[in-house]
């Protein structure tokens, strides 16, 4: 399982100095986030890492007490369709 490190905004998988994966939030205001962009790379598609990079976003979102807005169409299939999120989720964002 390859390594999932935190940038200054965001969460990253990077090998041999290309990034293969990332995920991008932006602060709305002190208390929301939104994530706005997610990408994996063709190599590691299929391997879930997208949910994973998403997941590194929500934990941080838990720890700060702070809502999301998911912006990437990605994030808002997996925070609409997914009961374990309605916590984090921002009302009325989606």
């Known amino acids: 399982m390859r390594s999932i490190k935190s940038g200054e905004k965001g969460f990253f998988i990077e090998e041999g100095g290309r990034q293969l994966a ?26 879930g890492i997208a949910k994973q990079l998403v997941e590194k976003v929500i934990d941080k979102a838990r720890g700060e007490n702070k809502k999301i807005i998911p912006i990437c169409s990605y994030a808002q299939t997996l925070l609409k369709d997914n009961k374990n999120y309605e916590d984090v989720l921002k009302p009325g964002s989606l």
């Open 22 to 47: 990332e995920i991008t939030y932006t602060p709305v205001d002190e208390n929301t986030l939104s994530i706005d962009h997610t990408y994996v790379s063709e190599e590691l598609r299929g391997q």
